[in-house]
């Protein structure tokens, strides 16, 4: 079983950008496709972009529509670690972020089996 | 991209049967799959692929779908099940996800 655990709360003013990372254990990093998952206080989950290793190689990041142009995911591999850097920060940006794990990511049935416990970050002045 | 859409919010009586549904355009082509979450918790997978239970799950959780609806149902509900359920699937635009809004459960 796959463990993510993630980096600590942040606080940040508007503006600005907050970097979170997401250490891997449990099975071969670069087998493990990671996206990246936010949600706002007493609001859903949002897929913001997720990266996909094939042959054990990680290629392009994919990104949601409502992110692009401000959030860059990348890993590296030499500590497990999966990486999600928001900029330009604004106060709906305040939310809970969560790296997760993506099972069977090119076929049908594929579900989001693992997942960190969750970032916190605020954006305040 | 496609959007999933779920009802905000469906109660249930202890012991009763429920249905929580998610509608959407990739639920034609691709399984949705299902998540609990508590207050103050990550959520956790209860339903996958052609209703698939991961390992601890209790087997009154099931999931369906029909046309572009999947449904996932709790048989004899109990409190502990009181929680928000989410669906997601693959979205249309390759290598893309989506999730619903989300469907607050209350026991009664």
């Known amino acids: 079983q796959v463990q993510l655990v993630q980096s600590g709360a942040e606080v940040k003013k508007p503006g600005s950008s907050v970097r979170v990372s997401c250490k891997a254990s449990?099975?071969?990093?670069?087998?493990?496709?990671i996206s990246w998952v936010r949600q706002a206080p007493g609001q859903g989950l949002e897929w913001m972009g997720g990266?996909?290793?094939?042959?054990?190689?990680?290629?392009?990041?994919?990104?949601a529509q409502n992110f692009q142009g401000r959030v860059t995911i990348n890993a590296d591999e030499s500590t497990s670690t999966a990486y999600m850097e928001l900029s330009r920060l604004r106060s709906e940006d305040t939310a809970l972020y969560y790296c997760?794990?993506?099972?069977?990511?090119f076929g049908a049935g594929s579900f989001f089996g693992s997942w960190g416990q969750g970032t916190l970050v605020t954006v305040s002045s | 991209s496609s959007e999933l859409t779920q009802d905000p919010a469906v109660s249930v009586a202890l012991g009763q049967t429920v249905r929580i549904t998610c509608q959407g355009d990739?639920?034609?082509?691709?399984?949705a799959s299902w998540y609990q979450q508590k207050p103050g918790q990550a959520p956790v997978l209860v339903i996958y692929?052609?209703?698939k239970r991961p390992s601890g799950i209790p087997d009154r959780f099931s999931g369906s779908t029909s046309g572009n609806t999947a449904s996932l149902t709790i048989t004899g509900a109990q409190a502990e099940d009181e929680a928000d359920y989410h669906c997601?699937?693959?979205?249309?635009?390759?290598?893309?996800?989506?999730f619903g809004g989300g469907t607050k459960l209350t026991v009664l």
């Open positions: 449990g099975d071969t990093f670069s087998r493990l496709a």
């Open positions: 997760a794990r993506v099972s069977e990511p």
């Open positions: 692929g052609q209703n």
């Open positions: 990739s639920l034609r082509s691709y399984y």
């Open positions: 997601n699937s693959r979205d249309t635009i390759a290598n893309h996800w989506v």
């Open positions: 990266i996909i290793p094939v042959s054990g190689i990680f290629g392009t990041p994919n990104y």
